[in-house]
């Protein structure tokens, strides 16, 4: 069994910073990417950022880059969003994810363990 949990959501203004945080527990995940997802109201879960197992390649969509920074703690098992210049189009769930196989590192249905989702409110 594998189990993520994430956390550190929260309703913020405009502008204001968060980070979410992703913690696995219940296998070992060496060799395996980790990515957060997003999914507004009424929109399809897209990807976010993403992450390798050494933490030297990271991934973005371009709607965040250059505002968001995703990294892997020491222990490699927890993986954090670091969420700046906030805007009210990234109100949305985020979900942690965990690509096991050798799959896109974009593509939601490559992705094989999830979280629960924390939600993220930016008002203007």
């Known amino acids: 069994q594998v189990q993520l949990v994430e956390s550190g959501g929260g309703l913020v203004q405009a502008g204001d910073s968060l980070r979410l945080s992703c913690a696995a527990s219940?296998?070992?995940?060496?060799?395996?990417?980790m990515g957060w997802f997003r999914q507004a109201p009424g929109k399809e879960r897209e990807f976010v950022a993403a992450?390798?197992?050494?933490?030297?390649?990271?991934y973005y969509t371009n709607s965040v880059k250059g505002r968001f920074t995703i990294s892997r703690g020491n222990a490699k098992i927890t993986v954090y969003l670091q969420m700046d210049s906030l805007k009210p189009e990234d109100t949305a769930v985020y979900y942690c994810?965990?690509?096991?196989?050798?799959?896109?590192?974009?593509?939601?249905?490559?992705?094989?363990?999830w979280g629960q989702g924390t939600q993220v409110t930016v008002s203007s």
């Open positions: 994810g965990v690509r096991t196989g050798s799959g896109s590192i974009y593509q939601l249905g490559d992705y094989e363990y």
């Open positions: 219940g296998r070992t995940f060496s060799g395996y990417a």
């Open positions: 992450i390798n197992w050494s933490g030297n390649s990271r």
